[in-house]
C-alpha cells in the first residue's frame, strides 16, 4: 500500500533561521505539494539549555513571508498547535508539551535490551574523559568503556533499580551493537554503510528533566506522526545509523521514513558552511528576517534588505537543486511541478550575493508600474516625503525601474526629483561646468523657461534637441551641464524627462540656484 507522502520541518528553537533551514523547509514543502501530500511543522525544543525566547516565532514568520505555509502543526494565527483535531491529529506539536509519550518508549528500550540505565555523574564522566585523554585517546561511552562505567548494564540490578527511585540525574543511553555494519540508503547520497565501533552510546532520555534527546523523540515523533521522508541538512547524516538502529529496536522498519539529507550550502569564496560572519564580512544576509540578539546586535534579513519573498525563495531553491535545464525564474507552483531530490546534488552550494542580487532585480522588473509605486511610498515616507500625487509617482516608477535592483534603489536613482540638489558633484562640475559649456546651457535653460507648449517630455524633446542643434552647440556638453544644475551630478534621466517631471517653477529655482553659484 503507498502511503499518503508526509514531511515535516523539525527546527530547534536555537536561533534564528538561516537560510540553510529556510531552504530545507522549502525543499520539504515543494516535495510534499508535488505529491499532494502534507507538510507539517514540528518544534524539537527538548534541549532548554539552548531555547532562545522569539526564535520559535521567527521561524514561522520566516516561513509564512516565504509563502511556505505548513499544513500541520500551525494554525492560520502562525501559532503552534497545541490541541488535537481533525487537521492537526498529532497536536502539540512543539516536544516539550509532548514530554509524557517518550518515556514509555525509553524504558521499551531498556526492557527489549537495546538500551540501559546510565548513573554516572558529570563528575565521573569528567574523571573518566580526563583517564582516556592522559593515555593519549579519546574518551567514547561504548562497548569498549560502558563496563567500567556506573550503569545498569555493569552493575547488579540489586544495586542499580533502587537508584532509579532515589537519584534524579540519571539517563537511558541507547546500546550501540558491538561490531557491526548499518547499511543505509540516502536518496540524495545513495547507500552508505558505517560500522558501529565508530558510535558512541547516545543518552536517549534524561531523569533530570524528565525529557528525551533530539535522536529519540525525533524517532518517535516521525513514527506517530506517519512521516514517509526525511529531509534535512547533511550535518544529521552522522546520526543516521543510530536512527536506523532506533527503528530497528522499535520494530518499525516497515514504516521508516526514506532519508534525503541536503548538501551544504557554502561560503562566496574559498570552502567551508556560509555563516553569519560571512554576510556581515561582504554585506549580505544570511537570515530571512532581521533579528535582534540578546547583545542588542541586529542580523540582517532578506525581507528588511528589500528582497522580493519570491526572488529569496527562487534563489534557495537553486541552492543545491538544478532543474536539469536552462531555466532559472520559478514561481512557486513552477517549483513544485519541477523539484526533483534527484535533481539535488550532493556536493555543497556555493552561495553567490550577485546572483541574489540578480534574482530581486528580475522579480522588481517582473511587477507591475502600481505595485512598485504602492513600495515606494513607504521609502519616500522615510526620507520625509509624504503625500505625493500618485499618477504623477507612477510615472516617475516607470522611468527609473530598469535601473533599480531593490525598491529602495528608486530613491538613490531619483532623489532629486523630490528634494533640489544641495550640492554638485565636484568631479562632474570641473568636467562639465566650463564657462563656455555653462552660458550655452543657460540659453537653453531660458529656451525651456519660454517654451509655451503644454510642459510634455514629447512636446518638449523635440524642440529643445533641435535648437541646440540649429545653434550648433555640443550636445552632450550642454545637456551634462543642465544635468549638473537640475541633479547634482551628470547623471540621471534625459532632460526633457526631468523638466517635466519637476515642473516649471522647480526648474526655474533650480536654473536660479545654479546662476548664483557660477555667475
Ligand atoms: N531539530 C533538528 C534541527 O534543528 C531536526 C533535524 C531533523 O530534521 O531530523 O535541525
Keep these: 500500500m503507498t502511503r499518503r507522502t ?40 527538548t534541549d532548554s539549555n539552548r531555547f532562545v525566547p522569539g526564535a520559535e516565532q521567527y521561524i514561522i514568520e520566516a516561513l509564512n513571508w516565504c509563502g511556505i505555509i505548513p499544513d500541520e502543526g500551525v494554525d492560520e494565527n502562525g501559532k503552534v498547535v497545541e490541541t ?3 487537521k492537526h491529529p498529532h497536536a502539540p506539536y512543539r516536544q516539550s508539551q509532548r514530554r509524557g509519550i517518550y518515556r514509555k518508549y525509553a524504558e521499551q528500550l531498556v526492557n527489549d535490551g537495546f538500551a540501559y540505565y546510565a548513573f554516572d555523574t558529570a563528575e565521573e564522566l569528567n574523571a573518566a574523559r580526563a583517564a582516556c585523554e592522559a593515555n593519549g585517546q579519546t574518551f567514547i561511552y561504548n562497548q569498549g568503556t560502558r563496563m567500567s562505567l556506573r550503569n545498569s548494564l555493569s552493575m547488579p540490578e540489586s544495586e542499580w533499580k ?24 540516502d536518496m540524495i547520497r545513495g547507500h552508505v554503510e558505517i560500522n558501529t565501533d565508530t558510535l558512541d552510546d547516545k543518552v536517549l532520555w534524561k531523569r533530570a528533566d524528565e ?46 521514513p526514506r532519508f534525503a539529507h541536503l548538501p551544504l550550502l557554502l561560503k562566496p569564496v574559498g570552502n567551508g558552511k556560509l555563516s553569519k560572519r560571512d554576510g556581515d564580512k561582504m554585506g549580505f544576509p544570511v537570515f530571512p528576517l532581521n533579528w535582534l540578539n540578546s547583545e542588542g ?11 522580493f519573498p519570491e526572488a529569496f525563495v527562487n534563489l534557495l531553491a537553486m541552492l543545491g537543486w538544478n532543474p536539469g535545464t536552462e531555466q532559472e525564474m520559478f514561481s512557486m507552483q513552477e517549483l513544485i511541478d519541477a523539484f526533483s531530490i534527484d535533481h539535488v546534488s550532493k556536493s555543497g552550494a556555493k552561495f553567490n550575493p550577485d546572483k541574489a542580487k540578480w534574482y530581486n532585480k528580475e522579480y522588481l522588473r517582473l511587477k507591475s508600474d502600481e505595485e512598485l509605486t504602492e513600495a515606494f511610498i513607504p521609502v519616500l515616507a522615510a526620507h520625509g516625503i509624504e503625500n505625493v500625487d500618485k499618477a504623477w509617482l507612477l510615472k516617475v516608477v516607470s522611468l527609473i525601474k530598469e535601473r533599480a535592483t ?27 561646468w566650463k564657462e563656455e559649456n555653462y552660458k550655452l546651457a543657460l540659453k537653453v535653460a531660458d529656451f525651456i523657461l ?16 533641435e535648437y541646440i542643434r540649429g545653434n550648433e552647440w555640443p550636445m552632450g556638453k550642454v545637456m551634462n551641464c543642465l544635468r549638473l544644475a537640475l541633479v547634482g551630478a551628470s547623471n540621471g534621466l534625459g532632460i526633457a524627462d526631468i523638466v517635466t517631471l519637476i515642473g516649471k517653477d522647480e526648474f526655474a529655482r533650480r536654473i536660479e540656484a545654479i546662476k548664483a553659484k557660477l555667475c
Excluded at 172 to 182: C, D, L, S
Excluded at 419 to 432: C, H, L, Q, R, T
Excluded at 450 to 465: I, Q, R, S, V
Aim: aromatic residues 14%; without cysteine; glycine residues 6%.
Design 162 to 185: 533502587p537508584l532509579l527511585e532515589t537519584r534524579t540525574d540519571w539517563t537511558v543511553r541507547f546500546k550501540m551493537p558491538e561490531n557491526t555494519v548499518v547499511a543505509m540508503d
Design 84 to 86: 488535537a483535531s481533525e
Design 211 to 256: 525529557l528525551p534527546t533530539y535522536h529519540l523523540a525525533n524517532i518517535v515523533d516521525d513514527h506517530l506522526m506517519e512521516i514517509t521522508e526525511v529531509i534535512r541538512g547533511e550535518e544529521w547524516l552522522p546520526s543516521l545509523p543510530l536512527h536506523y538502529l532506533l527503528y530497528q529496536a522499535f520494530g518499525w522498519q516497515d514504516t521508516m
Design 406 to 432: 531593490f525598491v529602495a534603489d528608486f530613491w538613490t536613482i531619483a532623489s532629486y526629483l523630490f528634494v533640489a540638489p544641495s550640492e554638485y558633484n565636484e568631479k562632474d562640475a570641473a568636467k562639465f
Design 297 to 307: 546586535e541586529t542580523y540582517h534579513g532578506y525581507r528588511e534588505d528589500g528582497y
Design 6 to 45: 508526509r514531511v515535516r520541518f523539525a527546527p530547534s528553537p536555537t536561533g534564528p533561521l538561516h537560510m540553510g533551514g529556510v531552504r530545507t523547509a522549502l525543499y520539504n514543502y515543494l516535495y510534499a505539494k508535488q505529491k499532494g501530500g502534507d507538510f507539517i511543522i514540528r518544534i524539537e525544543d
Design 450 to 465: 519660454a517654451f509655451e507648449g503644454e510642459f510634455t517630455k514629447e512636446n518638449l524633446e523635440g524642440p529643445l534637441e
